[in-house]
């Protein structure tokens, strides 16, 4: 039986009121399996985002119902949760070390985790280069460094290789791929099609507002032209 440790059950997300309010977000309805990777796309502003805040308990929705491993989901559940949605949160004066040991402070975690988590991400050799000086793709995992402090279950990605050159985007889909391995569920928001090609179990579909699209990404499936057909249509399959 298929155990889904995300699922929402026509999830919605409305901004303002009356007849100027805005449906961002349409009946939403994902099914994150355990174990997996899962890219969620969509064109721009058609949700995507939102979607993920809402999960993150950045925005509350205005409708509809979030299940984490199978119960309601409720704000406790955000320390099984890791997320890097939009910048990571670094202080830019402080190493990478000291980055981590702030939030290890914050939730009572181990100390042991900063060099664990450091070396997940291949950051364990960064000395006492303060993260401003860092590059993209180091800022980068630095974030999803600090998403991984709390051993989560899940972890939530929204454009993780923006910005990125071609050696650090292979480098990122290497580690997001190496997450499933280690009991970590990953949901990943992109607009690189290529790479939720290379990296996605399932793929999701929004076009404004709605899933349109839900299903496994198969060996040889061509992504592109699956989009390009379900953003035209804006029905689900």
């Known amino acids: 039986?298929?155990?889904?440790?995300?699922?929402?059950?026509e999830l919605s997300k409305r901004f303002g009121r009356g007849g100027g309010a805005q449906t961002a977000v349409d009946h939403v309805s994902l099914h994150v399996d355990e174990g997996k990777v899962y890219g969620l796309l969509g064109p721009n502003g058609a949700g995507k985002s939102t979607t993920l805040k809402m999960i993150t308990g950045m925005l509350r929705p205005t409708g509809g119902q979030m299940l984490f491993e199978g119960h309601p989901w409720e704000r406790d559940d955000l320390y099984r949760i890791?997320?890097?949605v939009e910048q990571a949160p670094l202080y830019p004066n402080l190493t990478a070390k000291e980055n981590l040991r702030v939030r290890t402070t914050?939730?009572?975690?181990?100390?042991?985790?900063?060099g664990e988590v450091l070396q997940t991400v291949g950051l364990a050799d960064t000395g006492g280069k303060r993260?401003?000086?860092?590059s993209t793709g180091m800022k980068q995992r630095l974030g999803i460094a600090l998403a991984l402090l709390a051993s989560p279950r899940l972890l939530i990605l929204d454009e993780p290789t923006n910005g990125l050159d071609p050696i650090g985007i292979e480098e990122?889909?290497?580690?997001?791929?190496?997450?499933?391995?280690h009991g970590i569920t990953v949901l990943l928001s992109s607009h690189i099609l290529g790479e939720v090609q290379h990296t996605a179990d399932t793929v999701g579909i929004i076009v404004g507002g709605r899933l349109a699209y839900e299903d496994a990404l198969n060996e040889g499936e061509d992504l592109e032209a699956l989009f390009m057909d379900v953003c035209r249509k804006g029905a689900t399959r």
């Open 106 to 114: 914050l939730l009572g975690l181990p100390e042991e985790r900063v």
């Open 172 to 181: 990122l889909r290497g580690l997001i791929r190496s997450f499933p391995e």
């Open 1 to 9: 039986m298929t155990r889904y440790v995300l699922e929402t059950r």
């Open 131 to 134: 993260a401003g000086r860092f």
């Open 82 to 84: 890791g997320s890097l």
